[in-house]
């Protein structure tokens, strides 16, 4: 398969088949994907709750109630739904652990280079403290990055998915303690098989011509 099969062969899947299952081996993949994510100067400004249990499932479903009900049976019958959450701050001290991490890794070939990298991440950051002032917007599009990650990568597996805004982020930082611990859930992923009575897996791929889009030099 080309990449380009893989990009047309995935769609946002609305109706799961709940009897169908992610395989362990297979979920690994996905959790290496969520884990290997690139992301500004390494910034990893995220976390994942990954609910599989039917109960885990029902509590990421207390963000699909009201307004957004549209999105629970999605949730609910899904074989795997993960909750992306962003940090709400990046403190000097998760700029620390983050050195102490890449020097565990065995990226500083000499202590210059940790320093080095110190520096040069403290001045990115700071950008967007400061200058910019717009640290939370800069994580959170660290997140959005991964997210396109996992929704190519897992089309390429065969496995269907579902990208939603359409969540109550504010019952699910309350449901997972979210912001006690300094994140907030952004976007959920549902991952499954479709349903056989899903509208949308044989509706015609509609996107801007490419012409419109691509400015060639
Ligand atoms: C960030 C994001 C949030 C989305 N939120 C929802 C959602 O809450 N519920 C839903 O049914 N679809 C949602 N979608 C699906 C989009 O409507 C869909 O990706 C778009 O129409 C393109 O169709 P395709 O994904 O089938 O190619 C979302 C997609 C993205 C990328």
Redesign the pocket.
Known sequence: MNLTDIALS???T?AFDPARKISAEQVEQLQSLLRLSPSSVNSQPWHFVIASSEAGKARVAKGTQGF?Q??EA?VLNASHVVVFCAKTEISDEYLQHLLDSEEQAGRFAEPSHKEMVRGARATFVNIHRHDLKDAQHWMEKQV?LN?GTL?LGAAALGIDA??????DMKALDTEFGLREQGFTAI??VALGYRAEQDF?AT?A???LPAAEIFTQI
């Open positions: 995935r769609y946002s609305k957004f549209f999105n999605k959005y997210m929704l579902l990208p939603m805004e359409g969540i976007a959920v949308n509706l791929k509609a996107r």
